[in-house]
């Protein structure tokens, strides 16, 4: 009878284990897709120090031209004095990407009408602090923009 009484338990004690299993493996299932979906994999930035922005011919005195610098945009503006200048047009309030205003000469933000003067300094509205600035030479036909050092 003694005997009859350990099959029994051990029975049940097998379905508890598979069905709390079962249950564990439910909700793994999922919750796995939602983690990953909030804290999606880092992936790795690629590291650019100079890129070739525009060609002379394509920016005119008294204008500007976004372009790629590595995974972000740059802007390049071209001033009335014949000056390059280079800067990142990601804006420093919240990261919206900046345009050149040739009627004002300003680097402007239109997400909260914040403006930059022709040196990266933020002169109105939120923006807490300057572009970030880039060198730029002019090699023959290419205006090459790199990183500040």
């Not at 983690?35 to 880092?42: E, V």
Request: hydrophobic share 45%; aromatic share 10%; glycine share 6%.
């Amino acid at each position: 009878m003694a005997e009859a009484a350990e099959l029994h338990l051990s029975r049940r004690r097998l379905l508890d284990l598979f069905l709390s299993g079962s249950l564990i493996s439910f909700a793994a299932a999922l919750l796995y897709p939602v983690w990953r979906y909030i804290a999606p994999p880092h992936i790795a930035e690629s590291v650019v120090s100079s890129v070739v922005a525009a060609k002379v011919a394509e920016v005119p005195p008294n204008s500007g031209k976004v372009f790629r610098f590595g995974s972000r945009p740059g802007i390049l503006i071209h001033t009335t004095s014949g000056e390059w200048r280079a800067f990142s047009a990601v804006c420093t309030h919240l990261q919206c990407t900046v345009q050149y205003r040739p009627e004002q000469e300003r680097v402007w933000c239109a997400c909260h009408n914040g403006f930059f003067d022709l040196s990266g300094r933020n002169v109105a509205g939120p923006p807490p602090r300057p572009l970030d600035q880039f060198d730029t030479i002019v090699k023959g036909e290419d205006v090459v923009v790199s990183i500040r050092a």
